[in-house]
Nanobody, 117 residues
Framework: QVQLVESGGGLVQPGGSLRLSCAAS????????MGWYRQAPGKQRDIVAM???????RYGDSVKGRFTISRDNVKNTVYLQMNSLRPEDTAVYFC???????????WGPGTQVTVSS
């Protein structure tokens, strides 16, 4: 069982930046994929970004060119650098991991990101 602890959320003005972190413990060395989803009030949970243990990355269309995902395999930590933030980026951001490419995900509790002036 993998445990996930997220940090770095908060309130930021439009155009600003935030960096989210998610540290995995437990069965962390066997993690294949780590990433982030987000969910705004009244909306479905959507992919933000993911990274595999060999460095392959994918991004949601709305964040391409603004967000960057990275991973420290030694620390079993995934980071999400968010730049040029927009009000529509406001959501709860959930970290996840999974051990297999199509396996079930383990989720963190979520961290709130609010973009507002």
């Amino acid at each position: 069982q993998v445990q996930l602890v997220e940090s770095g959320g908060g309130l930021v003005q439009p155009g600003g930046s935030l960096r989210l972190s998610c540290a995995a413990s437990g069965s962390a060395p066997s993690i294949y994929e780590m990433g982030w989803y987000r969910q705004a009030p009244g909306k479905q949970r959507d992919i933000v970004a993911m990274v595999t243990n060999n460095g392959d990355t994918r991004y949601g269309d709305s964040v391409k060119g603004r967000f960057t995902i990275s991973r420290d395999n030694v620390k079993n930590t995934v980071y999400l650098q968010m730049n040029s933030l927009r009000p529509e980026d406001t959501a709860v951001y959930f970290c996840y991991t999974r051990k297999l490419a199509l396996g079930p995900r383990s989720w963190g509790p979520g961290t709130q990101v609010t973009v507002s002036s």
